[in-house]
């Protein structure tokens, strides 16, 4: 059984960090693929950034330069650093595993950026 879980998130002031953490266990973490989207209120999903198996990464242009992702495949971990953080960057942060025809959700966790 595949658990994906998000920790980290919180309250943080604007120009802030936050370093928000996802561990996926029962699968072979370092042959997949890995994502953070997130969902403000009333918004839909949208991706804020990947890493792939090869530690390619990809980032949504509002977090480029102020958001880094990394993973570390002995502990089956995914980060992302979050810093400058702004007002607009309070979601619901969700850790997304996948492959071609596979993909696991996390369940989030909630980051508000407010003074």
């Known amino acids: 059984q595949v658990h994906v879980v998000e920790s980290g998130g919180g309250l943080v002031q604007p120009g802030g960090s936050l370093r928000l953490s996802c561990t996926a266990s029962?699968?072979?973490?370092?042959?997949?693929?890995m994502g953070w989207h997130r969902q403000a209120p009333g918004k839909q999903r949208e991706l804020v950034a990947t890493?792939?198996?090869?530690?390619?990464?990809n980032y949504a242009d509002s977090v480029k330069g102020r958001f880094t992702i990394s993973r570390d495949n002995a502990k089956n971990t995914v980060d992302l650093q979050m810093d400058s953080l702004k007002s607009e960057d309070t979601a619901v942060y969700y850790c997304?595993?996948?492959?071609?025809?596979?993909?696991?959700w996390g369940q989030g966790t909630e980051v508000t950026v407010s003074s």
């Open positions: 997304k595993v996948f492959q071609v025809f596979r993909t696991y």
């Open positions: 029962g699968i072979s973490f370092s042959m997949y693929h």
């Open positions: 890493i792939t198996t090869g530690g390619s990464t």
